[in-house]
């Protein structure tokens, strides 16, 4: 079984940085791609960033220039490194991670974490 286990999250004020990360744990040889979602109250969670398994980024406009995803493949983790926070970067960040193998199977399935809140407020 897969999971996901995120951590890094807090509260910092505005234009102040935190680093969240994320580890994948479970039989797995290999994902393909992992990043971050987030969910602020009342509103649909949304991709912050993503990259897959060859470093091909994706990134909301909203934190172009300010976030930055990473990724340690041996280590099946996932990093966001978030700068210059803003309050409407106020929510709680999923992590996701999507096309998994091992030896024996390919999991179709999405996995997600169980979310860490970043509050951004002075």
């Known amino acids: 079984q897969v999971q996901l286990v995120e951590s890094g999250g807090g509260l910092v004020q505005p234009g102040g940085s935190l680093r969240l990360s994320c580890a994948a744990s479970?039989?797995?040889?290999?994902?393909?791609?992992m990043g971050w979602y987030r969910q602020a109250p009342e509103n649909q969670r949304e991709l912050v960033a993503v990259?897959?398994?060859?470093?091909?980024?994706n990134y909301a406009d909203s934190v172009k220039g300010r976030f930055t995803v990473s990724r340690d493949n041996a280590k099946n983790t996932v990093f966001l490194q978030m700068n210059n926070l803003k309050p409407e970067d106020t929510a709680v960040y999923y992590c996701?991670?999507?096309?998994?193998?091992?030896?024996?199977?390919?999991?179709?399935?999405?996995?997600w974490g169980q979310g860490t809140q970043v509050t951004v407020s002075s």
């Open positions: 996701h991670a999507a096309g998994i193998w091992n030896e024996h199977y390919y999991y179709n399935d999405d996995y």
């Open positions: 479970g039989s797995i040889s290999g994902i393909n791609v």
């Open positions: 990259m897959s398994r060859v470093s091909t980024t």
